[in-house]
């Protein structure tokens, strides 16, 4: 089965400072993929990045940041220098490549706030 | 480029009332598309996808059902809706081989 947990489920942090979304995901395909997704206030779900399971390359753009280590089964997500903008809820997601329908498998999702 | 469109935005509707929401994607032929729902509060649950016309499947047995009409159009249908169908619904279209989901901007209704 598989399964992603998202287990901070708010944080809240001052404008400027640095902030880590943990996701950990289990899966039995060896061939995946793992997705960020923002949803702020509106309710949009607006795409961040995708990562595919065979390729371990972190990935920086801008002030966002991904740590992919298949190891420990993690895709943590860091926001540098976060702005009020960033306030929003993240979620992470799995799809399994060898599933035709490639259907996400969504965490929770982790709230944060970035105050002034 | 390609759009997704969902109407309504917003619904008010009572226990018992029929329902149809309507999601039209732009720009793009033979699409995956699904239809997601969020709880207040919660995570997302795949509800429906299909991965051609006349094709739907179903993910959560429930009071709702779904049809693919057109390459293009998904839609969403209850016959009588109940309280615990309120939420906010998500279409999404997947293009491409990597199986990239975009979402539209969603429907929020309200069972009362």
């Known amino acids: 089965a598989q399964k992603v947990t998202q287990a901070q489920t708010e944080i809240s942090v001052v404008e400027k400072e640095d902030v880590t979304l943990d996701c950990v995901y289990e899966?039995?395909?060896?061939?995946?993929?793992l997705f960020w997704y923002k949803q702020p206030p509106s309710g949009e779900l607006v795409f961040l990045i995708r990562?595919?399971?065979?390729?371990?390359q972190n990935e920086i753009s801008g002030r966002y940041s991904w740590n992919f280590q298949k190891s420990t089964s993690s895709f943590n997500f860091t926001i540098t220098a976060s702005q009020v903008v960033d306030s929003a809820v993240y979620f992470c997601?799995?799809?399994?490549?060898?599933?035709?329908?490639?259907?996400?498998?969504f965490g929770s999702g982790t709230r944060l706030l970035v105050r002034p | 480029s390609q759009t997704i469109h969902q109407w309504p935005a917003t619904l008010v509707q009572p226990v018992g009332s029929p329902l149809s929401l309507e999601c039209t994607v732009e720009g793009t032929s033979n699409p995956n598309l699904y239809w997601y729902r969020q709880a207040a509060g919660r995570g997302l649950q795949l509800l429906f996808y299909s991965v051609g016309i006349g094709q739907i499947s179903s993910e959560v047995p429930q009071n709702l059902s779904a049809s693919r009409p057109q390459d293009r159009q998904f839609i969403l249908s209850s016959k009588k809706l109940l309280l615990s169908d309120s939420g906010f619904y998500l279409c999404a279209w997947k293009g491409g081989t990597w199986g990239t989901q975009y979402f539209g901007p969603g429907t929020r209704l309200l069972v009362l």
């Open positions: 899966t039995r395909d060896t061939t995946y993929y």
């Open positions: 990562r595919n399971s065979f390729d371990e």
């Open positions: 997601a799995l799809s399994a490549a060898g599933d035709s329908s490639y259907k996400l498998i």
